[in-house]
């Protein structure tokens, strides 16, 4: 059975920090791109990073370019997201997901970790 688990989420300030942390199970995370992706309340579910299988490539989109640092751990079985400079807009709810497809490409999200950035 695919597992993923979103973990590292939280409250912090604007200007602020986070790392976001995927564990997968069930299936082999070294054969496939990754992706983060995250949903802003009201808003549609987006695509915000993906990494390639041997993280040789990675792709953002434009909002997060330059804060944001994908990244993954094949020997762990982990991927992550590293967030500096996190402003109110990036308030959401982060999951991780294999494939780097469209949102709606997905029957199966996990659980998902919330990020809040607030003052």
């Known amino acids: 059975e695919v597992q993923l688990v979103e973990s590292g989420g939280g409250l912090v300030q604007p200007g602020g920090s986070l790392r976001l942390s995927c564990a997968a199970s069930?299936?082999?995370?070294?054969?496939?791109?990754m992706s983060w992706y995250r949903q802003a309340p009201g808003k549609e579910r987006e695509l915000v990073a993906s990494?390639?299988?041997?993280?040789?490539?990675?792709t953002y989109t434009d909002s997060v370019m330059g804060r944001f640092t994908i990244s993954r751990d094949n020997a762990k079985n982990t991927m992550y997201l590293q967030m500096n400079s996190l402003k109110p807009e990036d308030t959401a709810v982060y999951h991780c997901n294999i494939g780097s497809y469209s949102p709606d490409r997905y029957d199966d999200w996990g659980q998902g970790t919330q990020v809040t950035v607030s003052s």
């Open positions: 990494i390639t299988k041997d993280a040789d490539g990675t």
């Open positions: 069930g299936f082999t995370f070294s054969g496939y791109t």
